[in-house]
Structure formats: structure tokens, C-alpha cells
């Protein structure tokens, strides 16, 4: 299985809905990565978590937060979002994070409207 | 923070036709990873190159990596319909944290 899951394929949420984006990996990997990315523009790192740890945050606002149950899902609850957040959410992972030669599988992404 | 130039930005070509989308940074990566890119969907690992100098062939496309580990080339010999796309380039750091610098992308359009 070398897929990366995520859920929902599409949403729209108004700016006082609370939603969660879900994304499932089952390749063993121990680094998962949430993006960010806006029409014909490259994504944008936001988190990455290391053995379910979150290693780097770029300083994303706190109405974005991830959390990584265990190695294999992880999650981005969105609160109070603005309609400039809406974009396409992509998660990936790698097998390692702290390794060189690590090769980022993304997932299908959520494509998000704010509303 | 390394920067990764990525060229063209657009091409539109027909099919049947050569192109060359090229990557070139000032610094130097680990490794260098292309991503074939389609509208609404999540970048789709094609290649990672890692030795300088390397040459990596999937089908029509031939994948390079720079001797001194900083450029790249994407070569597509007779371009199909089905390869149009976003495509990205992204360079893994040299050391530390594995994040990966993107390109800006090269949006290709190959027309029947």
C-alpha cells in the first residue's frame, strides 16, 4: 500500500464552523506533513510531525491545529477560518524526517472553501 | 532559506513535440524530487535523484541531476495529451530536517 488518504475531498465551511481534515497513511511512515496551496502556486509546508511529535509549526495561525493520534492518521481542526483560507489542503508523508533522501508521498488533498 | 528556480513557467506545445523544464538553485540538495501535478488533485511523486550527475529515464522523460547537486532538467521526448499537468521540482535541504524547497512550477499544456 503506498497511498495517502485524506478525507474530505471537498468542504465548505462558513467562518464560525469548527471542521477536521483527516489523512491516513498505512506505508509505515513515521513523518506526516500538512501543505497549504493556492491556485498554480507550489505548496506551502504548515506542520510536520516526527514519531507523532510535532517538529516544526511555520508559523501558521492558531485557527488551524493539527494533532497526530498515531503514526498512521493525522488531523487539521479548522476554527473560525477566513475566506482567505480556503485553498487546497495536502497531506504527505515520508519515511523518515530527520534522514537525507526522504521522499514525500502526497495524498489526493481537500479542496477547502471559506465561505 | 535555499531557493529552487523552476523554468518555464508556462509551456504550451503540441504533441509530438520536445521540451525541457529546468530547476536551478545556488545551493545544494541532498536530493531533488519531480512531481507531476493534475488540477485538484495532490502532486504525484515521478522521480528522486540523488548522485551528481545522475540520469534517471521513466518512459519518454529524462530526469537529470546536476554534477554539483544544485540543477535539474526534465526532458519529455514527443509530448502526449496525458502529460499535461503542473509539473514541480523540489529540493530536499542538505542537512538537518528534510523539507523540501519547491519550484514555482511549469504548467504544460501539450495540445493534440
Redesign the interface.
Known amino acids: 500500500d503506498t497511498e495517502?488518504t485524506?478525507t474530505p475531498k471537498h468542504l465548505v465551511m462558513g467562518m464560525t464552523n469548527k471542521k477536521s481534515l483527516k489523512c491516513e497513511q498505512h506505508m509505515g511512515h513515521r513523518?506526516m506533513y500538512w501543505y497549504k496551496q493556492k491556485a498554480?502556486?507550489?505548496?506551502e509546508?504548515m506542520f510536520?510531525y516526527s514519531y507523532e511529535k510535532l517538529?516544526?509549526n511555520e508559523s501558521v495561525p492558531s485557527r488551524f491545529s493539527p494533532e497526530c493520534p498515531n503514526s498512521s492518521l493525522l488531523n487539521l481542526h479548522l476554527h473560525a477560518l477566513q475566506p482567505e483560507d480556503s485553498a487546497?489542503y495536502?497531506c504527505?508523508s515520508?519515511q523518515?524526517?530527520?534522514?537525507?533522501?526522504?521522499?514525500?508521498?502526497?495524498?489526493?488533498?481537500t479542496?477547502l472553501t471559506v465561505l | 532559506t535555499q531557493l529552487l528556480e523552476q523554468s518555464p513557467q508556462f509551456l504550451s506545445i503540441q504533441e509530438g513535440e520536445n521540451l525541457t523544464v529546468y530547476c536551478n538553485s545556488s545551493s545544494v540538495f541532498s536530493s531533488l524530487q519531480w512531481y507531476r501535478q493534475e488540477p485538484g488533485e495532490g502532486p504525484v511523486l515521478l522521480v528522486t535523484v540523488v548522485t551528481g550527475g545522475e540520469v534517471k529515464k521513466l518512459k519518454r522523460l529524462t530526469f537529470q541531476f546536476g554534477d554539483a547537486r544544485k540543477d535539474s532538467s526534465l526532458h519529455i521526448t514527443a509530448a502526449q495529451p496525458g502529460d499535461t499537468g503542473l509539473y514541480l521540482c523540489a529540493g530536499e535541504e542538505l542537512s538537518g530536517y528534510s523539507t523540501l524547497t519547491f519550484g514555482k512550477g511549469t504548467m504544460l499544456l501539450v495540445s493534440p
Do not use: C, T
Open positions: 495517502v485524506q513523518a498554480k502556486k507550489p505548496p509546508l510536520v517538529s516544526i487546497l495536502l504527505a515520508s523518515e524526517f530527520d534522514r537525507d533522501y526522504n521522499e514525500q508521498f502526497f495524498g489526493p488533498g479542496r
